[in-house]
């Protein structure tokens, strides 16, 4: 049965775009496959909680999911059976999946009686007018390197199926959200167009950055001296290293800024730097009289 979006978020029906994407983070971030490997539990819990960020973190999916046109599992429920839980006794929706094992990626094709379903019903329905129907979606999970999702890039990715697609990824995707690939899914039975292939993102960490919405944060160590007196340190991004200017008496928790080195959004995002002074001989000798006499 699909679950309602809503209470795996743990987020009230009343809650706003930001309260649930703040949710939807905070139980990425805790239950990421990175974290907790080889344990299957964690990672359907990861997958249920993308699965719920894709319809509420959507405002169409989200707005059909409210007024009980399409459940938890984004399926339409325009058939006995249909309806999201809450919407009455007994509601609820039931999918059938296969999926194959071709790293990094993980296919799912949807209900195998949606063939025989469609044929009761008209067309209109689904796109608006006559004609033939189109086919099936086809869903992925396709991890993306964090550099990609901050940069934009385009990359050849190879299906479960064995096909090799080339994906533009645009920056700022984030885990959870979906890449929509046009006429890649499944051939229509009825001689219409064919589905979509729905690539479901999940973003690697980096041991570097930490993402702030469209915003960089991550630490940077500085000698004493270069605290004290000041001086330039080379600071890594994801699109290559620069030099950063310390001011002289700075102190570990100082915060600088990279304008414009954050997320390559429009405007892009800027990289913040926090400062952690560490002395490059704990032991010296003069540092210890300096101590002793200060």
């Given at each position: 049965?699909?679950?309602?979006?809503?209470?795996?978020?743990?987020?009230?029906r009343?809650?706003?775009?930001?309260?649930i994407?703040?949710?939807?983070?905070?139980?990425?971030?805790?239950?990421?496959?990175?974290?907790?490997?080889?344990?299957?539990?964690?990672?359907?819990?990861?997958?249920?909680?993308?699965?719920?960020?894709?319809?509420?973190g959507?405002?169409e999916?989200?707005?059909?999911?409210?007024?009980?046109?399409?459940?938890?599992?984004?399926?339409?429920?325009?058939?006995?059976?249909?309806?999201?839980?809450?919407?009455?006794?007994?509601?609820?929706?039931?999918?059938?999946?296969?999926?194959?094992?071709?790293?990094?990626?993980e296919?799912?094709?949807?209900?195998?009686?949606?063939?025989?379903?469609?044929?009761?019903?008209?067309?209109?329905?689904?796109?608006?007018?006559p004609?033939?129907?189109?086919?099936?979606?086809?869903r992925?999970?396709?991890?993306?390197?964090?550099?990609?999702?901050?940069?934009?890039?385009?990359?050849?990715?190879?299906?479960?199926?064995?096909?090799?697609?080339?994906?533009n990824?645009?920056?700022?995707?984030?885990?959870?959200q979906?890449?929509r690939?046009k006429?890649?899914?499944?051939?229509?039975?009825?001689?219409?167009?064919?589905?979509?292939?729905?690539?479901?993102?999940?973003?690697?960490?980096s041991?570097?950055?930490?993402?702030?919405?469209?915003?960089?944060?991550?630490?940077?160590?500085?000698?004493?001296?270069?605290?004290?007196?000041?001086?330039?340190?080379?600071?890594?991004?994801?699109?290559g290293?620069?030099s950063?200017?310390?001011?002289?008496?700075?102190?570990?928790?100082?915060?600088?800024?990279?304008?414009?080195?954050?997320?390559?959004?429009?405007p892009?995002g800027?990289?913040?730097?926090?400062?952690?002074?560490?002395?490059?001989?704990p032991?010296?000798?003069g540092?210890?009289?300096?101590?002793?006499?200060?």
């Amino acid at each position: 049965m699909a679950i309602d979006p809503y209470i795996v978020l743990g987020v009230p029906r009343s809650a706003t775009e930001a309260e649930i994407k703040k949710a939807y983070r905070t139980k990425a971030k805790a239950l990421h496959p990175d974290t907790y490997k080889d344990d299957p539990k964690k990672e359907e819990e990861f997958k249920r909680v993308s699965s719920a960020y894709e319809i509420l973190g959507d405002k169409e999916k989200k707005a059909k999911f409210d007024r009980g046109e399409i459940d938890g599992d984004g399926n339409p429920t325009g058939f006995p059976g249909g309806g999201h839980p809450g919407a009455g006794p007994g509601a609820g929706s039931y999918r059938w999946q296969s999926s194959s094992g071709a790293s990094p990626f993980e296919g799912a094709q949807g209900d195998p009686f949606e063939d025989i379903l469609s044929g009761m019903f008209s067309s209109r329905s689904r796109r608006g007018g006559p004609g033939p129907q189109k086919g099936r979606d086809v869903r992925y999970r396709v991890q993306v390197d964090f550099e990609d999702a901050v940069l934009g890039a385009r990359r050849r990715m190879t299906m479960a199926d064995g096909r090799a697609l080339d994906v533009n990824i645009p920056a700022g995707i984030d885990t959870g959200q979906t890449l929509r690939l046009k006429s890649q899914g499944q051939q229509s039975p009825y001689g219409g167009p064919p589905g979509d292939a729905l690539l479901e993102v999940d973003v690697r960490p980096s041991s570097i950055w930490e993402r702030d919405d469209k915003n960089l944060r991550m630490k940077l160590p500085v000698s004493l001296k270069v605290a004290v007196l000041g001086g330039s340190v080379d600071v890594k991004t994801p699109s290559g290293s620069v030099s950063l200017k310390v001011p002289a008496g700075s102190n570990t928790g100082a915060q600088l800024r990279l304008k414009g080195k954050g997320v390559k959004t429009s405007p892009p995002g800027d990289l913040y730097v926090r400062l952690e002074i560490v002395l490059d001989n704990p032991k010296d000798d003069g540092l210890r009289k300096w101590a002793e006499n200060s």
